[in-house]
């Protein structure tokens, strides 16, 4: 089972990222699929999530507007588009499977920077 997460990177105030987020070794499209973000010192925080079939999503209160979450489950991939990106916007952004009673797993984390 992995989950690979790519994408991160630096970039300036107001300009844009998009995360990958590519699983295997599980079925991707039973799975409950989430964004969250963590900075030193301070717990995760769960930053989107997606749910299939169906597809409904949710934001956290600090991205609404911003951030797209969007998944293709043809390619087992969870994306993140992130726009009009901030300095508090920096963390290591992780992608996470979920699906209740069976498993729950993590990837590795990418860093996203934003800084002029």
């Known amino acids: 089972v992995q989950l690979v997460e790519s994408g991160g990177g630096l970039v300036q105030p107001g300009g844009s990222l998009r995360l990958s987020c590519t699983a295997s070794g599980f079925t991707f499209s039973l799975y409950v699929t989430s964004w969250y973000r963590q900075v030193p010192g301070k717990a995760r925080e769960l930053v989107a999530f997606i749910n299939s079939p169906g597809g409904g999503s949710n934001y956290a209160d600090s991205v609404k507007g911003r951030f797209t979450i969007s998944r293709d489950n043809a390619k087992n991939t969870l994306y993140l588009q992130m726009n009009s990106l901030k300095p508090e916007d920096t963390a290591v952004y992780y992608c996470?499977?979920?699906?209740?009673?069976?498993?729950?797993?993590w990837g590795q984390g990418t860093q996203v920077t934003v800084s002029s």
């Open positions: 996470n499977a979920y699906r209740s009673g069976i498993a729950n797993y």
